[in-house]
């Protein structure tokens, strides 16, 4: 719930302050949609990474602790090529 509350506050503010006619809005807020939803998946992600670290933060050794930081590496990544 938060995060849809965050969201809307966020297209709310962007709608005030980028004036578009009808076609760019169009145009402009099926993007923005894309955008946010793959950017949910990546921050999903990113939380199940730092989930499963403290989940098993007592019992992992150092090889074992590179597959999180690896898999935050990939996940900023995909973050980054958004």
Same mark, same amino acid.
């Given at each position: 719930?938060?995060?849809? #509350?965050?969201? !809307?506050?966020? +297209?709310?503010?962007? @709608?005030?302050?980028?004036? %578009? &006619? *009808?076609?760019? /809005? =169009?145009?402009?807020?099926?993007?923005?949609?894309?955008?946010?939803?793959?950017?949910?998946?990546?921050?999903? #992600?990113?939380? !199940?990474?730092? +989930?499963?670290?403290? @989940?098993?933060?007592?019992? %992992? &050794? *150092?090889?074992? /602790? =590179?597959?999180?930081?690896?898999?935050?590496?990939?996940?900023?990544?995909?973050?980054?090529?958004?």
């Amino acid at each position: 719930m938060l995060r849809t #509350d965050l969201q !809307s506050t966020q +297209k709310q503010i962007i @709608a005030a302050n980028i004036p %578009l &006619t *009808d076609v760019e /809005a =169009q145009k402009f807020w099926l993007l923005y949609e894309q955008y946010t939803a793959v950017k949910a998946r990546v921050n999903d #992600d990113e939380l !199940s990474i730092i +989930k499963d670290y403290a @989940a098993n933060l007592g019992t %992992l &050794t *150092d090889n074992q /602790a =590179q597959t999180p930081v690896s898999r935050w590496a990939e996940a900023d990544q995909s973050g980054y090529q958004l």
